[in-house]
């Protein structure tokens, strides 16, 4: 998966939406608001996109990306594809992306596979 690290790297660019987690909220949601690549590292940084005096830096040796010690922040999905009922259908299928869906599902129970549901209050 090495190398599909250092292509996933190149989607972070200025605009993209990325989740960071929050003890509040759970997830939220900000916009790459720079990106600084060397051949030894990478510094992103990221502007919370409700509260824009709020940054989030991910900050990280480009070996420790490669070799998946780090984790990039997980994506968010384009906004056409962010009002889904099927999770499936998401461009990036991540824990942050699937419980913003669910929080949209007003109480009602979730199929998620199978005979499974879940309920969501």
Do not use: C
């Not at 972070?12 to 720079?34: M, N, Q, R, T």
């Not at 940054?55 to 990306?65: G, M």
């Not at 997980?74 to 009922?85: A, G, Q, V």
């Amino acid at each position: 998966m090495s190398g599909n690290n250092v292509e996933l790297l190149e989607i972070y660019s200025e605009g993209i939406k990325a989740w960071f987690p929050d003890e509040e909220l759970g997830w939220v949601s900000a916009s790459v608001k720079s990106k600084e690549q060397t051949n030894d590292s990478v510094k992103i940084v990221f502007q919370d996109d409700s509260n824009s005096e709020k940054e989030y830096v991910f900050d990280a040796p480009l070996a420790d990306i490669v070799s998946n010690k780090v984790e990039l922040p997980p994506l968010r999905n384009p906004p056409n594809m962010e009002d889904t009922d099927d999770l499936t259908s998401l461009s990036y299928l991540n824990e942050p992306s699937e419980v913003q869906q669910i929080k949209k599902i007003p109480q009602q129970h979730v199929f998620v596979g199978g005979s499974s549901y879940i309920t969501h209050n």
